[in-house]
C-alpha cells in the first residue's frame, strides 16, 4: 500500500468516533430516517438509506460552512448507486441529487429484504486521541510486508470499517488523492467514513463488516460525494 501526499485539504478537521451515546448534546444521529426533500434514488420511489446525519449547530463542525442545520451521509442502498458512487448537495433545506449510478433496484442487495430506512440511534462525536490518529495513519501509509500484521493482527479492531467523521481514517481502500468536485473542480476534504453497524439491526448497513463507505465534501460549493470500497 503507498501513502500518497496528501491535497492540503484533504484532512481538513479533527477526527471524531460517531458512537451511539444517550447523553450527546447535539442531535448527531446513526441511521434514521432522511427527512429533508429529495432523498430519494432518480428513476424509482425508493428512499435513499441515511446511514447518519450530522448536526452542523455542533460547533465542532462549524467548518463546513454549509447553510443548513443537518448534513445527511445518504447511501443508495438496495438500488444500484449501492455499488457505486453517490453525489448530491444540501441546499436551502434540501437534497439534490447530481450524479448516481443507473441500474436496477435489486431484491437482495445488499442482502435480502434490505430495510427501506434504518431505525435511527443518538450518536455523539469522541474525538480521536493522538494515538488513535497515530494508528490510522500508520495503517494508511504501511508497507505491503507490514499490512498484515498492523490490520490483521496488531490493530484488528482499528482497521475494521466505522463511523468516523473527519480526522485520518483508516482507507480500506487504499489512500488515493482526493476527488475533484464534480461540480465546481476543486479538491474535496475527507468528511466521514460509514461501516457496517447499525446498532439497533444486526443486518446492519452494508451487509458486509469489510465494506467502507468514504464521504467527501466541498467546502466551497458544498457538493457531498460517497463512494464505496471493500478490502
Ligand atoms: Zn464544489
Redesign the pocket.
Known amino acids: 500500500m503507498v501513502c500518497l501526499n496528501m491535497e492540503i485539504n484533504r484532512y481538513h478537521f479533527p477526527g471524531y468516533f460517531l458512537r451511539p451515546s444517550s447523553s450527546g448534546e447535539w442531535s448527531h444521529l446513526i441511521g434514521g430516517d432522511c427527512k429533508l426533500p429529495g432523498a430519494i434514488f432518480p428513476g424509482s420511489n425508493k428512499a435513499l438509506i441515511q446511514i447518519a446525519s450530522l448536526d452542523l449547530t455542533d460547533s465542532r463542525l462549524s467548518d463546513l460552512g454549509l447553510s443548513t442545520d443537518v448534513l445527511p451521509l445518504l447511501y443508495g442502498g438496495a438500488c444500484a448507486a449501492g455499488e457505486g458512487r453517490l453525489c448530491y448537495s444540501v441546499k436551502g433545506g434540501s437534497i439534490q441529487i447530481l450524479e448516481y449510478q443507473e441500474g436496477a433496484v435489486y431484491d437482495d442487495f445488499p442482502y435480502s429484504n434490505y430495510p427501506v430506512a434504518f431505525e435511527g440511534v443518538s450518536a455523539s462525536l469522541h474525538l480521536l486521541t493522538a494515538q488513535e490518529q497515530a494508528v490510522f495513519t500508520q495503517l494508511n501509509c504501511c508497507s505491503d510486508d507490514d499490512w498484515f500484521e498492523l490490520t490483521q493482527v496488531k490493530h484488528q479492531d482499528m482497521s475494521l470499517p466505522q463511523h468516523m467523521v473527519g480526522g485520518e481514517p483508516y482507507l480500506i481502500g487504499g489512500v488515493e488523492n482526493a476527488s475533484v468536485?464534480p461540480?465546481?473542480a476543486?479538491p474535496m476534504a475527507l468528511l466521514a467514513t460509514g461501516g457496517n453497524a447499525a446498532y439497533v439491526d444486526s443486518r446492519g448497513f452494508l451487509g458486509n463488516d469489510f465494506v467502507q463507505l468514504v464521504y467527501e465534501f466541498?467546502l466551497?460549493?458544498s457538493?457531498v460525494v460517497q463512494n464505496i470500497y471493500s478490502d
Open positions: 468536485c461540480t465546481c476543486q466541498c466551497k460549493c457538493t
